[in-house]
DNA sequence: CTGAAAGCGCTAACAG
DNA sequence: CTGTTAGCGCTTTCAG
């Protein structure tokens, strides 16, 4: 009995073919005779071959095979767009390698190296500067990147964010309100354009933005700032949170301190996480479409791989999706 | 200008030594002369040399990639799982080939299969039933299974559904209630050892199960079971979901529908998942510790792959965690 | 249509 | 310490 598992030697000798013969047949490159192919067949199901993907990737370069990176698979953000990718992958019957780098900034380079090195291209996901991505055109390999880099050519697809922050502002505006506060995560690449897309907007009716930060994108991040923010001078009638987690985590505090929600106090996020809906209040949110975003990157890197002319930047639309975490300014009693 | 990648020749050439140098040197598997190392370094520097994975794998046979193969990375309970199995993965120098099979039994199988042959081990989360999982065996590379298989000698971690269906419902029995429910998903596994569990302890104190069915272990399924649950005959005075999200799903549509939680009914669930904390009311439920059942596969097979002893099946404890979404039953008035 | 031969980039004995 | 020599399992010209 065999303990190693069957090569193409093995199967070209059973059949009394050569290994090339064998090998178009596995690749399904041209016809073969009647005789050959049912001794081909019959050799392959006797040995129970199965030609090995490694040996095949040495030669032809390719490994089917699309390194993911990003930064927490538990932020549902990611795990959409996990979600998307890997759907568009297995359907062009590539497979994901994929690495949460725990938002740790140092090994996130190295380890990005080292998975460019194993597969045909690579998303990623990154928190760092965007002239410290220079390194990611070095990787000799087809990068998508999540979220916009104005100082390198990389193909990426994002969100509009500055619309996205725009369109909160705008949406908490029109329910009057006039003391809008922000609660964002500075590290992210994307905190700056939300700010000043509500800015902006509060700027045209002639008001303020007061802005706080939490230290992480996270429910306990929204939590510990919770106090600080509603308990200080200038509460405000309304509090648009850099994520949909930050949001949950600050109105559960906030309910906790005796705030009623939506009355004293409208609260959005942002990315339309699948929990925001189950909450009470139910969230008011910007969908960012991680989802597609994740499909998207993933298509634009298999047209590239397929060798199609780079479609550069695609921006998706943000969507409002409000719910009744944020109510019409009541009027003073 | 090289168009090419530099290979373990090319910097054999530029330092004038033999590529078996080279290699050892890349491996850092013995000590070098001064001169040669100095040489070694400044030609890898200067070339840019990065070692081919792919060849080195072929020959050594391992490719220090551990597939993992789940039904949903939406669900949070695989979303731990990945968490867990990644951050030991990389803590041993492994990257984690992951599938996310979309809870599809056809291509489950194939699959995975096709994703044994690219990787070390694999770890696997499925809803085939026990004699359906024989083929696994066949793999021929080691394979930890999440969930515990009796038919087949696979070493498997998992959780006790049965005592953590069992405390439940103990605790629902604690607080008073009589009249209580199961919403299942059929589909699971663990369905039947969780309703198992509650129906042993339900029967000590001489008390039914009335058993539901939702289609899907989603909050959508969950919204949907709802009124059939709510609005049909023996409504429950406690409800047990076979999981968070579908329990997250009921409660916000029994709301909706006019009643009060807990005060109407007491609901729970199974796992813990992030939000059922920011839930209201917030969901009682078991924490069925995914994140660990993650660590410890991956675990698990890389001391297989170290060649360690198989330490056969591993049972994680279920712990309790009561929050607000159940409570004392209210007397009759 | 089929086969012979030349490697892909690297490691693993075994010599020196 | 360093080099020589075989390949790993497969694809790919290029002849027949």
């Known amino acids: 009995m065999k303990r190693t598992t069957p090569t193409i030697r093995d199967v070209a000798a059973a059949a009394g073919v050569s290994v ?19 001794r081909l067949k019959e050799a392959i199901e006797q040995l129970g071959y199965r030609s090995n ?56 380079q190295p380890l990005i190296e080292a998975l460019a090195q194993r597969v045909d291209g690579v998303i990623i996901s990154s928190r760092m500067q965007e002239d410290a991505m220079e390194w990611m055109t070095k990787l000799n390999k087809p990068v998508v990147l999540l979220g916009r880099n104005e100082q390198c050519p990389i193909p990426s697809v994002s969100n509009d964010s500055y619309l996205a922050g725009y369109m909160l502002a705008r949406h908490l505006l029109n329910q009057g309100h006039r003391r809008i506060a922000y609660l964002g995560f500075a590290a992210s690449r994307w905190d700056a354009e939300r700010i000043r ?45 850099y994520n949909d987690l930050i949001a949950l985590g600050f109105m559960k505090e906030a309910l ?56 550069g930047h695609v921006t998706l639309e943000p969507r409002l999706v409000v719910r009744e975490s944020t109510a019409r300014r009541e009027e003073a009693p």
Chains 1, 2 share one sequence.
């Open 53 to 108: 993907p490694l040996a095949r990737s040495m030669i032809t370069g390719e490994t089917r095979t699309i390194g993911l990176a990003i930064l927490d698979i538990r932020n549902p953000y990611f795990t959409n767009i996990v979600k998307g990718a890997n759907r568009i992958a297995l359907r062009h019957d590539y497979t994901l390698l994929l690495v949460d780098t725990e938002e740790n900034q140092e090994r996130e």
């Open 197 to 241: 897309g509500a800015h902006t907007c509060l700027s045209e009716a002639g008001l303020k933005l007061d802005v706080h930060d939490a230290h992480a994108p996270s429910t306990l991040a929204g939590k510990a700032a919770c106090s600080s923010v509603m308990l200080g001078p200038d509460r405000p009638e309304a509090l648009i949170c």
């Open 256 to 311: 906790t301190l005796g705030f009623r929600l939506p009355q004293d106090l409208s609260v959005t996020g942002f990315d339309n996480v699948p929990y925001g809906e189950y909450a009470v209040p139910a969230l008011t949110t910007v969908d960012l479409q991680s989802e597609k975003m994740g499909e998207t990157a993933m298509l634009k890197l298999i047209d590239a791989l397929a060798g199609k002319p780079d479609a």
């Open 20 to 38: 090339a013969t064998v090998s178009k047949y596995m690749n399904g490159a041209q016809r073969f005779s009647a005789p050959v192919e049912a």
